[in-house]
């Protein structure tokens, strides 16, 4: 079947089996990679992703379900030149060892952060809760994360 | 893993939808948020030969607030419900509850309907519905029928809903001012299910004297139930240490708890009379 929706600012159209998920659309037949597939059921939140701003699993929605929709993946949180300071937090507090969980982190704290730029530790820690990371035992995450605030405050994005 | 192959339907109309369901012979799902189907179909416990998906239909997204009470679409999600407030006031049980619905993404499209349908015994929205003798509004090829929550839930993952029905609106009766409630829950970590849960809440006379007491528990036993010893227990006290105590031990020795590998039996029976002391007391504070 096809579907059409906006990756990144980008119009995409695909034929797809109904099984396919947005993950392995985004993966496969957009060669979007950043995006990464761990559980496969809506436990770890590696494959994080916006849909029309919200953060949502990718694994647990259809390729077909997206039509119509605004997605971003990790790739369109930044342009290619420079780390978003939200990255760079990530790097300043060693953030992530093996690097697999990042990218579910930086769209989901990107998706708070938006919404909530004023939000407290105990807000970061409920939220990320959904995201699992076997390396860094978040306490690094949950201060890069904090960190980056001050840059969502103020222009609202990046 | 990957989702076994299925055929899939966005239907602009609700008759559509009914009728698509009705042509598969059983076989068919409504696909809402997807947040547990999803998973279910991944481990190959449901394989629908159809997929049919709601999200374009109209009129299932809104929440409805009137003197009658709180009609919330099936596909009102449960960030919705959080983020609606006007439900501090119209309904603080189902805000309570529904804070501890799975996690942040999840809750981003997870909806009202599919959690009802799916019918989890340690889910917290039919845990609601049976606490708050919710009305289910439901679509078939013969029209709308309403059923009792009473008369919805029947067992583990299994609800009263032929399989070319869909649910449209879960309607919970009108909260009047005054009325204590609580909710508690204990899961190891928050947003995971819970290994038990309680939903209380009474309507206290001028002088403080508890009526009309209605406890749900999920988590503990084979589906969401009412417990009647504790409830009677409540009714006509006031709520004093004592009435707490009795009505906490009605309920841990009402349920019907099973092991499993998040706790065993006896560890829910206790932890069922701990979570309504607790409620309990919040409800009163």
């Known amino acids: 079947m096809t579907t059409k929706f906006e990756v990144n600012g980008k119009q995409v159209e695909v034929d797809v089996e109904p099984r396919l998920t947005l993950a392995d659309c985004l993966r496969q037949n957009l060669r979007l990679t950043g995006t990464h597939i761990g559980c496969e059921h809506g436990v770890c939140g590696a494959c994080t992703v916006l849909v029309n701003g919200d953060a949502v699993r990718s694994c647990l929605m259809l390729a077909v379900q997206a039509d119509g929709a605004k997605v971003v993946t990790v790739e369109g949180l930044s342009n290619d030149a420079d780390l978003t300071p939200l990255q760079k937090s990530f790097r300043k507090h060693h953030a992530l060892q093996c690097g697999f969980c990042t990218p579910g982190f930086i769209t989901t704290a990107h998706a708070l952060l938006t919404e909530e730029p004023d939000c407290d530790a105990d807000r970061v820690r409920e939220v990320l809760s959904g995201n699992i990371c076997r390396c860094t035992g978040y306490i690094s995450i949950v201060e890069a994360v904090l960190d980056a605030r001050s840059a969502y405050k103020k222009d609202g994005a990046r | 893993m990957k989702l076994p192959p299925f055929e899939y339907a966005a239907p602009a109309t609700l008759k559509e939808a009914v009728a698509l369901l009705a042509s598969h012979g059983g076989e068919a799902k409504p696909l809402a948020g997807g947040q547990s189907l999803m998973p279910m179909m991944a481990f190959r416990i449901a394989q629908p030969s159809l997929l049919v998906d709601l999200r374009k239909l109209p009129d299932l997204k809104s929440i409805a607030i009137d003197k009658d009470g709180v009609r919330l679409g099936a596909m009102v999600r449960w960030r919705d419900i959080q983020d609606d407030k006007r439900l501090a006031q119209a309904h603080p049980l189902l805000q309570a509850a529904i804070a501890h619905v799975a996690h942040y993404q999840i809750r981003n499209r997870g909806t009202v309907g599919g959690s009802v349908c799916h019918a989890d015994p340690a889910a917290e929205m039919p845990g609601i519905a049976l606490t708050c003798d919710a009305e289910m509004t439901v679509m078939g090829k013969g029209g709308q029928r309403v059923i009792k929550a009473a008369d919805f839930f029947l067992g583990a ?102 092991d499993d590998i998040h706790a065993s039996a006896a560890y829910r029976r206790a932890l069922t009379g701990t979570l309504l002391e607790r409620a309990l007391k919040s409800a009163a504070g």
């Open chain 2, 157 to 258: 993952l299994t609800t009263a809903l032929q399989p070319d029905e869909i649910l449209i609106e879960v309607k919970l009766p009108a909260w009047p001012a005054g009325r204590r409630f609580g909710f508690q829950e204990f899961a190891r970590r928050r947003g995971d299910f819970a290994m038990a849960g309680i939903a209380v809440f009474y309507d206290p006379d001028a002088g403080g004297t508890a009526s009309n007491a209605h406890v749900g528990v999920i988590g503990v036993g084979e589906k969401q139930r009412r417990l009647g010893k504790a409830e009677a227990a409540i009714n006509g006290s006031t709520l004093d240490e004592a009435a707490i105590a009795k009505a906490s031990a009605a309920a841990s020795a009402e349920v019907e708890p099973q």
